[in-house]
């Protein structure tokens, strides 16, 4: 279904730009002062050196995979943040310390706890053992009453076992802190961002996607890169998640293949399109949501690099051959298919005979009749043969130069 719909946008592309090629031909032809008619003509690789599927471009910016951070802890104060935004860091950089001297005191005080349970636990055992050497000697009356003593002591026992295992962990916790006081780098990266307004922390997760806002630090880390882009509400139908894309470079003409992972429609930003309220107040025209790109390789790509993304139909596949718009052949006679070509100033119908069928780009294979080098017009009812030929660049209308035939069959590539 996809397909049959690209294709019947390529096919008003085409209308479009024949109608357009005609209204500036008869405009040309109507200001040529008695110069006879002129049909314009253009080298046959311009048509052949682009696509005709006219896909949408979305911006786009390279990231990382995934980002490590270290989350706030209550229970914590930061003495010193070590790095700031934009610094490289490797697996084992200190990034932050804490202040350890209140972990000190709470250590000294614990371990002293610590002694006065296990001195109060001797003593209760040590109650115990007298009340049961007095027990095996005493009446049968005074029996029952150690009895219900043993059994208070051994109560107390247990509570304070409790107790010591409790304060053993309150003192392991505090070693471990005060161990830690300096909290490296568990990932290669550069930090994304530095928290300052939080004065503790502690916890340490990992997450991925943008971080967590409120995140100490976050590094984002190296490797592994993909590319988030933005899509308009407008256009958002036509990405699907498991889509291949092409990336393009910014400047210079490398391309990377990739995936859409996932579209994040929960994180709409609004973007402003211009438009006003009768109160003459800016209404938010439309939204934009982020999507996300995985590469099949990240070669030559750099972190924060911003790149254009597209819809993978083929376009970047160079296929052998010459392949030719179709809306460029006049097939009326199908046994008889030609264009309209250039042959010595003077415009002639040239045989060409075709090959398979490219229905993703709408373009025939020419397997003979036309050369890359021969100039060649947009097919219209009132091209003859036998009528002058001219570069549509170099046509002159009221002796200025109209360089717009570019822009009637320019793909953007």
């Known amino acids: 279904m996809k397909n049959k719909q690209k294709h019947i946008v390529r096919i008003l592309i085409a209308a479009g730009i024949i109608a357009a090629a005609a209204a500036l031909f008869f405009f040309i032809r109507g200001r040529s002062g008695g110069g006879g008619d002129t049909a314009a003509v253009e080298p046959v690789s311009d ?19 995934d980002t490590w951070s270290i989350q706030q802890n209550p229970d914590s104060t930061v003495k010193e943040i070590l790095v700031k935004a934009g610094d490289e860091v490797k697996t084992g950089t200190p990034l ?100 300052s307004a939080q004065n503790s922390g502690g916890a340490i997760s990992s997450d991925s996607g943008d971080g967590d ?39 210079g003409d490398q391309t990377w293949k990739g995936t859409i992972e996932s579209i994040d429609t929960e994180n709409a930003k609004s973007q ?53 718009p179709e809306f460029l052949i006049d ?27 490219d229905e993703e780009n709408g373009a025939y294979e020419i397997r003979s009749g036309l050369k890359n080098t021969d100039q060649i017009a947009i097919p219209d009812g009132a091209l003859k043969e036998g009528m002058k030929t001219a570069p549509m660049s170099g046509m002159t209308v009221n002796g200025g130069s109209d360089d717009s035939g570019d822009a009637l069959y320019s793909s953007g590539r």
């Open 47 to 65: 048509f052949t050196g682009g696509d005709l599927s006219a896909a949408n471009r979305f911006s786009g910016v390279v990231e990382p995979q």
């Open 96 to 195: 932050l310390t804490y202040d350890v001297d209140k972990y000190q005191d709470d250590l000294a005080q614990a371990e002293i706890d610590l002694e006065r349970l296990n001195n109060e636990s001797a003593s209760i055992s040590q109650t115990v053992a007298e009340l049961t050497k007095q027990q095996k000697s005493a009446s049968s009356a005074d029996r029952a009453n150690l009895t219900i003593q043993m059994q208070e002591q051994d109560l107390a026992k247990k509570q304070k076992d409790i107790d010591i295992r409790s304060k053993q962990a309150e003192i392991e916790k505090l070693k471990t802190n005060i161990a830690n006081a300096t909290v490296t780098s568990e990932a290669d990266g550069v930090v994304k961002s530095v928290n």
């Open 213 to 251: 806002s409120q995140a100490l630090i976050t590094i984002m880390k190296t490797g592994d890169l993909r590319v988030k882009g933005t899509v308009n509400e407008q256009n958002i139908g036509e990405l699907t998640k498991d889509q291949p894309v092409v990336v393009y470079s910014r400047v």
């Open 272 to 324: 402003s399109g211009g438009s006003y309220a009768q109160d003459g107040s800016e209404e938010t025209a439309s939204s934009n949501y982020p999507f996300y790109v995985k590469l099949e390789s990240s070669e030559g790509l750099m972190m924060g690099q911003h790149v254009y993304l597209e819809p993978d139909n083929g376009q970047t596949e160079k296929k052998a051959g010459m392949y030719l």
């Open 331 to 357: 097939r009326s006679d199908e046994a008889h298919p030609f264009v309209w070509a250039d042959r010595n100033g003077r415009l002639k119908k040239q045989a060409v005979t075709l090959g398979e069928y």
